[in-house]
């Protein structure tokens, strides 16, 4: 699917640009999972359930399935979502905790979404992992995405009520531009007001 590509591939391009100019050592000591901001927190989250569904459809051989959930999950929650919510986060001009809680978040998942996507999108995927892995020492490293093990969710990472929250979240979003789009309001127009019934 053309968007999920096109997507999944500007998320990779800033990642990749913004790490070269600030020198991003992705073998640097980790900032706890725990003391990063919700939203790196559900993107961590959903990428577990992401992982879970994977492994359960393909085994099944339902590759659809999977596709179709990895297409929601890049394309409107890590490109939509997360990446333009954090945009300020890597565009700081010094360095500290959260910065680069925000790239250790983001190369967490580009790197697992490689391994994941490797017997579906085998050259793409190749090539992305070669890149975020490089700095990595051959010897902690296999010499390519289709030699690593297929990714296992991290159960400590999952946080079901997080997740459910910012699903929420996203569901009032989408419904707030559907009523915008029908109404034919522009999106940068400001509302005078939100009124959401329980």
Not at 147 to 156: H, M, Q
């Amino acid at each position: 699917r053309n968007r999920f590509v096109f997507k999944l591939w500007n998320t990779y391009a800033f990642f990749c640009n913004y790490a070269r100019l600030d020198a991003f050592d992705p073998a640097a000591a980790p900032v706890p999972v725990s003391e990063r901001p919700d939203i790196d927190r559900w993107i961590l989250s959903d990428l577990q359930r992401l992982v879970e569904t994977a492994r359960r459809k393909l085994e099944d051989f339902d590759a659809m399935t999977f596709c179709l959930a990895a297409e929601t999950y890049v394309a409107d929650k890590l490109s939509n979502w997360y990446v333009r919510r954090n945009r300020r986060r890597f565009w700081k001009s010094e360095k500290s905790v959260d910065k680069l809680a925000a790239y250790q978040t983001l190369h967490t998942v580009l790197t697992t979404l490689t391994r994941l996507f490797a017997p579906i999108m085998p050259f793409l995927s190749e090539s992305m992992y070669q890149n975020l892995e490089g700095a990595t020492g051959a010897a902690v490293r296999a010499p390519s995405v289709h030699l690593c093990d297929f990714p296992r969710p991290d159960e400590t990472l999952i946080d079901t009520a997080l997740s459910a929250d910012m699903e929420a979240l996203l569901r009032l979003v989408s419904l707030g531009l559907s009523i915008r789009n029908a109404v034919k309001i522009k999106v940068r127009q400001p509302l005078a007001e939100i009124r959401i019934l329980p």
